[in-house]
Structure formats: structure tokens, C-alpha cells
């Protein structure tokens, strides 16, 4: 069977808030992603994620949506949406858009309709309960900490937010929803959107009982798993089967499109959790995200653990995907001291593994994070938390204002980096020359021209969207190396965490189709002396022994 196209790609993240503003009110907009739509197109980007642009308070930055079918002004007009779909697909890329199904906005007309009274035909929308006494109809949390319960002193009767007190949950119990949600889908799908990605999909069916959560030790949550945190599991009112069932629903619904959309999930919890997402026959969402590289360690070992474990519980035809960053994480660059070197094999690993790399805007030129406090941060769970100092967050190694991988993109050294002739909604932060797209561009051996190679290498080589995984037994604690496989075509990718000289040698038998930072290619083998990586496609050769591999 051909494998379909959404299994080969790989997908650009814009945040379009930050990407460029064509008209100078400092934000971001449809107009100005147009206008470097040549620039991601020169870079090898695939499928373009954008994060949401319908309309919006924009108290959680859009993805408090109160009106699924329409975009929000300050990013542009429905005609430039059309615009930007169509320069998308004329470049050979795809679009996918942001879907917020488990809550809408508290100003979006569906909830304003629901709250006006316990009788009106909308109030089901919503989850709406009353309370024990003076008290929350239960104890869930939700996901931001704090009870989810929200109270409504008009009709006297509490409503349900698994995210922000402004974000009311939909009832998908409600066959009503499900079908408006359905037709929200089809609304885009008709303009040819070539998918989704699913905001919190992990929220969307809560426990038909109103069961009370179990307790539990734990007070932070982990970035790839929700399931417990703030001191209770969170059994009933996330990752509920209702909600696995649900995925296979919207999956069979994107099924009657011809060019083959699909939907990738923002889910978290264990890799059984996800796998139930994905369906037993792979007939659920057709992606989830994995988050587990988001909180890496700079080891060979840690890489290794998770490729190896991927492949016994993601085997084909499941398709792992590979995430360092976004909108609500810390950027990986500053895991590593902004070190590009470092960077390059972190990209390398990601992109040549078996699976969808998945790349935040900026990550391709080392776009650091900022440095504002939460004090002064404009994103809602920085003001939610704005007495926690940021050494403080930073210690416990929590993530608290996401305006800080939020900054703007940075094109050029023209005004504000080329993001906006007005006065950008975050500032840039501190940055040099040499850390703009324009510069990079044309600096040998920079980020963004490695980025750019390994784009192409994907592109140009099957065995790395199709073929198999192997890795290496360990023959040194600082090297990685995995071997990649479709039929007689065999391709190796040799990476060293090391700092210093490595003794251990491997042979390259033929063609080097990459090599960067301190490792080379030298007579027949190859030279580690510090950090760096190189592919090669292999050549038998007769007299040597295979490597061994596992
Ligand atoms: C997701 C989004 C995040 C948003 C939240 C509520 O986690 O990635 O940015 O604030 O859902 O929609
Ligand atoms: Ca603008």
C-alpha cells in the first residue's frame, strides 16, 4: 500500500502572532507570513502549522476562539486567507490548522447563549453543574492548577474549564456539539486545509458520573504527562475512553476528503495513553505529538533509551513524532547554552529518526528565549502566577510565561529585526547580526543552512521517510549511531555528544551525504574530535566484518 503523503512529511510550527507584521501594528499577521512564504519554501519546510488565527479576545492569545468560521482582523481578511492557502499549495507545501474543540471562548455566542439561563435550548453546550453547597460540584483540577470549576452567580450553577476560568469546555456528550464541531471541520476542510492539530484533544469527554479524582503526591505536572499533577490523578477528567473513541469518530469524518487530511494530536500521558489515541489499528488520530524530547539530557544514552523504545511501541505503522519545542515550552537552544553546534546534532537526531520532526519557528537559526519576568508577562498563566519570581520557576524547572518563546521571528538588521516597522507586541530580546534568517542564509555552515540540508536529505533520500530503524549496540557512551534501511538502500547517522577526541573508529563506506561540527570523514573512517555528526550511505565491502547491530 503507498504510504500517504502525511506519513513523509514534516511540519513547521508559526506562531502567527510573532512571524512578521506587514502593517506595523506590531502583530504578526497573514499578509507578512505570506510575504516570507519564499524564504520556508527555500528552506525545505513541508506542512506549515499555524497556531490559531480565527477570530478571538485573545486573552490566551487565540486559543480562546469565539468564532470558529471567521479570521480574526488583526491578522487579516478572509481573502487573505484564501491567499495564503493558495501560495501555500502553489509552493508544494501544506497547511494545517489549529482546532481548539475542547472549549471556546467565554465571549464566543454558543456559551454567552448557554449562561443566560438554566433552561435556554444552548445551556447543554456546556458543562454546567451545581454546587455542593458552597462548594464546587467535585474536585477536579484543571490543567493550570486550581479548581476547573468556574460559578455563575446568574443561574447559580457551576461550569467546567480544564484550562483557563475564559475557556468553557463544550460538552461533546451533546450530539449537538459534535455535529456543529463537525461542520467547523468540513468549513475548512472544503478550502483544502490539509489537516489538523488538536489543542488539548485529551480533554474532551470528562466522566459521565462527575466522579472525584484520586489523590496523588505529585504537584507539578511533567511537560509530556498531565495525568497527575497539583495532588490528584487525573482518572476522571482526562484521557477518558470516551475520548479514544472520539478520535476514531473525527478520523472517519476527515476520511470522506480525497487529499488525505489528517489530525495530530496534542495529547499527554503514558505511551499506552497515547497509543489508545492512535487507535489499535491505527485508526484513531493519525499523529500525536511525543513530548518526551522536550526535557532532553545532553547524552547519547538518553536518545538512545527513547529511538529504542519508540521502536518497540510505535513499530510502522506508527509514526513517532519528534518535538523540541513550541508555543508553551522552553526553546531547546537554551538547554544548551545556545551552542549551534549542539543544536545541529539535536536537529539531525530529529529529523533522521524514524518519524515527523516537528520544528518551532526560529529553532532553525537559534532564536533564544526571552528574558521576562512573570510579573510583566502578557500570557495568562504568567499572570496567573506573577508572584512566583522567574529564578524561582527556573529552579523548579517549571515553564510559566510562554511570552518567552513567543519573541518575534528574526528576519533581518533592518528595524526590529525586520518583524515590524511599529513597535512589536514582545520585545526581541537581545540578539546579534548573525542571528537572523538574512545572515545565516548565506553564512556557510550556519543553523539555518544545516536545517536547510537535512529538509533536503529527507526529501531527496526515501529511506529516511520510509525506511527501517536500527540502532548501533553501544560502542562508545558519548556516539550514537542508528542505521536507516528501505530495501538495499542503507544509510547511517553517526552522532557525538563528546567534547573531547573520540579513539573508537567507524568505517564510512561510501558516500558522505553530511557531516558537520568536529566530526569528519578521514581516509575510510571517521574522525570524531568533539561535538558533531555525520550520514553516510553505506557500500558493502566484502573483506570487513558488519557492525553488529541490535
Ligand atoms: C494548548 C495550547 C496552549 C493553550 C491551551 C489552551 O496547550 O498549546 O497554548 O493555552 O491549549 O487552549
Ligand atoms: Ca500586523
Avoid at 90 to 96: C, D, G, Q, S, T
Avoid at 343 to 367: C, D, H, M, N, W
Avoid at 486 to 509: A, Q, T, Y
Wanted: net charge positive.
Amino acid at each position: 500500500m503507498k504510504s500517504p503523503w502525511w506519513k513523509k512529511t514534516s511540519i513547521y510550527q508559526i506562531y502567527p502572532w510573532s512571524f512578521c507584521d506587514s502593517n506595523g501594528d506590531g502583530i504578526g499577521d497573514l499578509q507578512g507570513i505570506i510575504s516570507h512564504l519564499d524564504d520556508l519554501q527555500e528552506l525545505g519546510v513541508e506542512t506549515i502549522w499555524f497556531s490559531p488565527f480565527y477570530l478571538s479576545p485573545g486573552r490566551d492569545y487565540g486559543y480562546d476562539i469565539s468564532d470558529y468560521l471567521s479570521i480574526d482582523p488583526r491578522f487579516g481578511t478572509k481573502a487573505d486567507f484564501d491567499r495564503l492557502v493558495k501560495e501555500i499549495h502553489k509552493r508544494k507545501m501544506k497547511i494545517v490548522l489549529d482546532m481548539v474543540m475542547n472549549h471556546t471562548s467565554d465571549e464566543h455566542l454558543w456559551f454567552q447563549t448557554s449562561k443566560s439561563s438554566r433552561k435556554n435550548p444552548k445551556r447543554d453546550f456546556y458543562i454546567w453543574k451545581e454546587g455542593q453547597g458552597k462548594r464546587p460540584p467535585n474536585n477536579w483540577k484543571s490543567m493550570v492548577g486550581g479548581s476547573g470549576w468556574q460559578y455563575d452567580a446568574h443561574t447559580n450553577e457551576y461550569y467546567y474549564t480544564n484550562f483557563l476560568p475564559f475557556q468553557p469546555d463544550l460538552n461533546y456528550r451533546n450530539p449537538e456539539v459534535k455535529k456543529q464541531m463537525f461542520a467547523v471541520l468540513d468549513h475548512w476542510l472544503k478550502q483544502k486545509v490539509d489537516g489538523f492539530r488538536l489543542d488539548i484533544f485529551n480533554s474532551i469527554f470528562k466522566d459521565e458520573l462527575y466522579r472525584d479524582n484520586p489523590k496523588s503526591a505529585r504537584f507539578f505536572p511533567s511537560p509530556d504527562n498531565h495525568d497527575e499533577a497539583f495532588f490528584q490523578k487525573k482518572t476522571f477528567n482526562l484521557n477518558l475512553p470516551e475520548s479514544f473513541q472520539f478520535a476514531k469518530e473525527v478520523r472517519k469524518r476527515l476520511s470522506r476528503y480525497a487529499h488525505e487530511p489528517f489530525l495530530i494530536g496534542e495529547v499527554s500521558g503514558s505511551d499506552t495513553v497515547l497509543k489508545s489515541f492512535l487507535g489499535e489499528r491505527s485508526d484513531g488520530l493519525h499523529l500525536v505529538f511525543q513530548f518526551e524530547l522536550i526535557h532532553f539530557q545532553w547524552k547519547a544514552s538518553f536518545f538512545r533509551n527513547i529511538l529504542q523504545k519508540n521502536e518497540q511501541v510505535f513499530p510502522s505503522p506508527y509514526m513517532p513524532v519528534y518535538v523540541y519545542g513550541n508555543h508553551d515550552q522552553r526553546r531547546y537552544i537554551d538547554r544548551i547554552q545556545g551552542n549551534p553546534e549542539k543544536a545541529k546534532v539535536l536537529s539531525t537526531l530529529q529529523f533522521f529518526a524514524r518519524g515527523i520532526p516537528v520544528i518551532y519557528y526560529g529553532e532553525e537559526i537559534a532564536r533564544k528565549e526571552g528574558r521576562i519576568s512573570n510579573w510583566s508577562g502578557q500570557d495568562p498563566i504568567a499572570k496567573r502566577n506573577s508572584f512566583v519570581p522567574l529564578w524561582l520557576s527556573n529552579l523548579l524547572g517549571i515553564y510559566i510565561n510562554r511570552d518567552n518563546c513567543r519573541l518575534p521571528m528574526l528576519w533581518d538588521n533592518s528595524k526590529n529585526a525586520g518583524f515590524s516597522k511599529g513597535t512589536p507586541w514582545l520585545p526581541l530580546g537581545t540578539f546579534r547580526p548573525e542571528d537572523t534568517v538574512e545572515v545565516q542564509k548565506n553564512t556557510k555552515g550556519s543553523l539555518w543552512q544545516h536545517y536547510q540540508i537535512l529538509f533536503r536529505l529527507r526529501k531527496l533520500n526515501r529511506v529516511f521517510t520510509e525506511g527501517s530503524l536500527s540502532i548501533e549496540q553501544e560502542r562508545h557512551p558519548n556516539v550514537l549511531v542508528f542505521e536507516r534501511k528501505l530495501g538495499k538502500e542503507r544509510v547511517f547517522v553517526l552522532l557525538s555528544f563528546s567534547d573531547s577526541p573520540i579513539e573508537e573508529k567507524w568505517k564510512v563506506s561510501a558516500e558522505v551525504l553530511h557531516s558537520f561540527g568536529a566530526v569528519e570523514k578521514s581516509n575510510d573512517s571517521v574522525r570524531i574530535l568533539g561535538i558533531g555528526g555525520i550520514v553516510w550511505k553505506h557500500r558493502e565491502i566484502v573483506s570487513k566484518p558488519k557492525p553488529k547491530f541490535s
